[in-house]
């Protein structure tokens, strides 16, 4: 039986929480042997005591290891001198640093959790967007300039090697799922603004390029502002949608939200070796050391980490350990005695987390 190491990197606000009933969860899946968390230092809180966000251990057993474990990274107020961010470097260092180009965040309506969006039932609302991950305009991050404090710049950034990839892991994407809720098409949607701009233009003609090694998968276009219309209204249609970096973070937000928000909005960042796993979330420092922030998103992610890397490895019992993780959330969510507060209940985290080790340990 392989063991697999799991770089573990908690980070701020609710992230310690979050990542902690995930280790919980995970382990109650797959036993205590199988996975080997070790616990490593990162993000804002670690910058303003050694000045590094990502400290150069932490890189290396990351790299090292067969997955990585995130709870959220950033403060309020922690931020470099051009006033972005500190906390996301973390992240962001790991995406380019290991190259994980495909930024897989599934929407899926479960069992027990009301969609704001008026009659749509769980098994109608399940897609995945897959954010283009290492260029588009964020990959211009610190290369921006400010002239003289009158202009401001960044590029967008669109190379054929970076289409060809995630658009490829799109449409394998789409071929192990079963379509389209609405009528079970294999469908790929190629979200951009190709109608105003150059970088977009390209990216669509990349996608038409390899579409055409994919017969049985439907090519799709939605220009990204009409694409926040149809997420609402019908959702049913989308099974896999490509975007761009800054298109794809922000309709994943929206995508969430259609599903009960960002407490359950699972992301899996992926790269031909390597893959970080973290909720969709940010560190609600709002909610920080409360024991109120929803675990589901980072045990979402997790049972991602478990099917991945039972892809990876061709081993079998970590794939349904993953089905399994997510079906006990289900159950948990389904059954509405342990409701998140941001689903409308009261559940603590630990509560959550509790109620799903139990469920998973039936
Ligand atoms: P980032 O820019 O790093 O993505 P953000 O500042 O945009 O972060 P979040 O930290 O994700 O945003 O928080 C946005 C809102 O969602 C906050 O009000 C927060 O309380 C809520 N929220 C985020 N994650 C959770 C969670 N796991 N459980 C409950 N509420 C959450």
Known sequence: MQTYDIATIEGDGIGPE??????????????????????????????VKTGAVLPDDTYAACKASHAILHGAAGLPGVTYADGTEVG????????????????????RLYSGVQSPLRDWQPGQIDYVIVRENTEGLYASRGGGINLRGEVATDTLVVTRKGVERVARFCFELSRRRQGAPRDGQRRVTVCDKANILRTYAFFRAVCDEVAREYDDVQIDYAYADAITVHMLKKPDFYDVIVAENMFGDIISDLGAGTVGGLGIAASAELGETHGLFQGAHGSAPDIAGQNAASPLATILSGALMLRWLGEQHGDEALRRDADRVEQAVEAVLAAGQTVPRDLGGNASCTEITAAVCRQLAR
């Open 88 to 107: 996301n470097d973390l992240h962001l260092q790991l995406r380019f640093r290991l190259d994980l180009f495909a930024n897989v965040r599934p929407i």
């Open 18 to 47: 979050v990542c902690q009933s995930a280790v919980s969860v995970l382990t109650e899946a797959c036993g205590t042997q199988r996975l080997r968390f070790t616990q490593l230092g990162g993000g804002a809180a670690h910058y």
